[in-house]
């Protein structure tokens, strides 16, 4: 018994300073943008690499991320100073997923993403 307390403690103080705050959850505006932040950074680093292939017709699960992120984003934005934006990024989203899945020049999906992370960024910087 002696044992488990302090192990208690010390987890609870844990749990406690890292906790996650009730703003950054997913079906949160805020927690919705850093999810699909962390996505679009995933899916611009795969597709800079330069051994990057337009092999697949899609952008992987990180596309089914950012989309459900999305739903919940601009779901949450409606009526807002960020309904443009949401639909912006909703917009540059599709664009990309249409380009990866015609299997279009490396260089146009590249643009493409840089100008989804730019967007994404834009955003972050208003919220």
């Known amino acids: 018994m002696t044992r488990i307390l ?4 010390l987890i609870t103080v844990f ?9 950054q959850l997913p079906h949160t505006k805020s927690g919705a943008l850093l999810m699909i932040e962390g996505s679009v950074n995933d899916i611009v680093s795969t597709i800079m690499n330069p051994k990057y292939k337009t092999k697949s017709k899609d952008l992987g699960t990180d596309s089914d991320r950012v989309g ?3 739903l919940t984003f601009v779901k949450e934005t409606e009526g807002s100073s960020l309904a443009p934006d949401a639909k912006e990024l909703q917009d540059r989203f599709q664009a990309l997923e249409k380009l990866a899945a015609s299997r279009a020049p490396i260089e146009k999906q590249r643009e ?4 989804l992370q730019a967007s994404v960024a834009a955003v972050k910087a208003k919220l």
Request: charged share 5%; glycine share 4%; aromatic share 0%.
């Open 15 to 23: 749990a406690v300073s890292s906790g996650c705050s009730s703003s």
């Open 6 to 9: 302090p192990a208690l403690l």
């Open 68 to 70: 459900m992120a999305l």
């Open 112 to 115: 493409a993403a840089k100008a």
